[in-house]
């Protein structure tokens, strides 16, 4: 029987990456869906749910993408509410990479020595990635502040994660790359997780920082986040800072997606959000 996956995305184009993702991960056939809503989104969960034995829905899975974590969010819990015993499948949350690309990142940071009591800053912290990162770091401990050019926007988004998380934050406005290189002053590790090609730090800004220790970039479109980085710098030291460009994590990114791809299918309760996806990224890593 064909492992059949189904594509939900709220962006009126589904995501090809996505989809090419989905096939390196093992499934047979993708069917993409764009501009899905909870309001549209309940004739296709119920043919997802009706058409096989109860043996066999482990044969098919829906994937939730989209740019707008938020609009994933409640995509990821309408789909879930059409659920019922014996009628349901598996389902994974990923907006823009939001899970998969922050696990991969966090996963890496997490290796030199633990996150507990660290202090972070996320930078440009308010999107799909920024927000995932923010929320995994502080589940494992790590005192976690995340800029954004605007104020209320940062705090919104930390009031979404602390309700969702249950997770303690804090927001700051930094509008330029010296408002950010303060804000990072007694930093010990700093992810970038920007729009591609706005630069957030030039190289004076952190380069004689003593008191950072880790580097990471989200960012593959130059100019990079993270001036007088590499996209391929995988934990390469530089400046006394450890350095992970996009690319250097990207591989592992990859990796715990097409994983979590695969582990869809075996069985039909799996639930992949954050919590999970990092944890598979962590034994990954």
Not at 248 to 261: D, S
């Amino acid at each position: 029987m064909k492992k059949l996956l189904f594509q939900f995305d709220t962006d009126i184009h589904p995501s090809v990456f996505d989809t090419v993702v989905a096939y390196d991960g093992g499934a047979d056939h993708v069917t993409p869906y764009g501009g899905l809503t909870p309001e549209n989104v309940g004739i296709l969960i119920e043919g997802a749910i009706f058409t096989r034995a109860p043996k066999d829905k482990k044969n098919t899975a829906i994937f939730i993408g989209g740019g707008n974590i938020l609009a994933g969010e409640e995509l990821f819990n309408a789909v879930q509410k059409h659920f019922f015993l014996g009628f349901q499948v598996s389902v994974m949350l990923d907006c823009n990479g939001c899970n998969t690309t922050a696990a991969a990142g966090v996963a890496k940071l997490a290796m030199y020595g633990g996150l507990e009591g660290k202090k972070v800053v996320i930078l440009a912290g308010t999107g799909p990635v920024g927000q995932r990162a923010a929320v995994m770091l502080a589940k494992e401990g790590a005192d976690v502040t995340i800029t954004s050019r605007n104020l209320p926007h940062a705090q919104k988004a930390c009031k979404a994660m602390e309700q969702r998380f249950g997770v303690q934050l804090i927001a700051v406005e930094a509008m330029s790359c010296d408002d950010r290189a303060a804000v990072i002053a007694d930093a010990e590790i700093v992810f970038a997780t920007g729009a591609s090609g706005i630069e957030l730090l030039k190289p004076e800004h952190w380069q004689n920082n003593p008191h950072l220790k880790i580097i990471a970039d989200a960012n593959t479109i130059p100019p990079l986040g993270i001036g007088g980085t590499d996209m391929m710098d995988k934990g390469i030291e530089r400046y006394g800072k450890i350095i992970w460009g996009a690319l250097g994590f990207g591989p592992l990114k990859l990796a715990v997606h097409r994983a979590c791809i695969a582990k869809l299918f075996e069985d039909n309760k799996q639930v992949f959000d954050a919590e999970l996806i990092f944890k598979l990224a962590k034994s990954m890593a």
